[in-house]
């Protein structure tokens, strides 16, 4: 399909499957804010770091974040990220474990794909 400016669309991307969860969505808050994530890989009991970047974060819970970023992490991935507090010199780093990943299908180059990132807290 060929939308208004010449941009081929494809309705099939945005059909994103919704799934019944037995799991509790806590509240969620609105938290704006670019973060700096590590992605973490697991070598002999230990971790080292793969890669750093920056993301912005959407909502966050007791639990996780959504966050954008501008890859797509596998699922299970382990990220050190910097969750920004009231205290604007004070970061947080906490692990999470990616969930799910949701590629944004805007632009016509896989090289500026947006990507939404649910990321639950390990405790």
Not at 33 to 51: C, D, K, N, T, W
Not at 67 to 78: C, H, K, N, T
Request: glycine share 8%.
């Amino acid at each position: 399909m060929v939308g208004m400016e010449g941009y081929e669309v494809r309705v099939m991307e945005w059909e994103w499957p919704i799934q019944d969860s037995h799991e509790s969505h806590r509240e969620r808050a609105a938290l704006l804010r670019p973060i700096l994530y590590e992605i973490m890989a697991q070598e002999g009991g230990g971790s080292s770091l793969v890669h750093e970047g920056r993301a912005l974060s959407l909502n966050i819970s007791n639990g996780g974040m959504l966050i954008l970023m501008d890859q797509a992490p596998r699922v299970e991935q382990v990220l050190k990220v910097y969750v920004p507090t009231p205290v604007a010199i004070a970061e947080t780093p906490t692990l999470a474990e990616v969930r799910w990943t949701r590629m944004l299908p805007f632009g016509k180059s896989i090289s500026c794909a947006a990507h939404f990132v649910g990321v639950k807290f390990m405790f």
